[in-house]
């Protein structure tokens, strides 16, 4: 089983900047590393359902590509550690709508597009940010 837990929520202003980080731990799934997982973020604000938010795409090799939500291009930054099992959302110019509980997900499954949940196997707690106006 592989461990994801997130940090770095919090309550925050408008237009402030934020970092989550998510700690991945654990046996590898299927004898793969840290590294070729796909790692995603989603978001579930309150009475409404989870959403994708960004993924960092494991393509075979050392190759990734990234993908966003349209809501949060140019504002939102994915990034990983692999020395380190660890990935990272970096948050700016945030705004009331993007408050929600922040959940990070990994995933090794083939065939499904990185804003799928069936993509992912393995999903943290969440952590909640909050943006006042």
């Known amino acids: 089983q592989v461990q994801l837990v997130e940090s770095g929520g919090g309550l925050v202003q408008a237009g402030d900047s934020r970092r989550l980080s998510c700690a991945a731990s654990g046996r590898t799934f299927s004898g793969r590393t840290f590294s070729g997982y796909t790692m995603g973020w989603f978001r579930q604000a309150p009475g409404k359902e989870r959403e994708f938010v960004v993924a960092h795409r494991w393509s075979g090799g050392s190759i990734y590509y990234l993908e966003y939500a349209d809501s949060v291009k140019g504002r939102f930054t994915i990034d990983r550690d692999n020395a380190k099992n660890m990935v990272y959302l970096q948050m700016s110019n945030l705004k009331p709508e993007d408050t929600a509980v922040y959940y990070c997900?990994?995933?090794?499954?083939?065939?499904?597009?990185?804003?799928?949940?069936?993509?992912?196997?393995?999903w943290g707690q969440g952590t909640q940010v909050t943006v006042s106006s």
């Open positions: 997900a990994a995933g090794v499954r083939s065939g499904y597009s990185s804003d799928s949940s069936d993509l992912y196997d393995y």
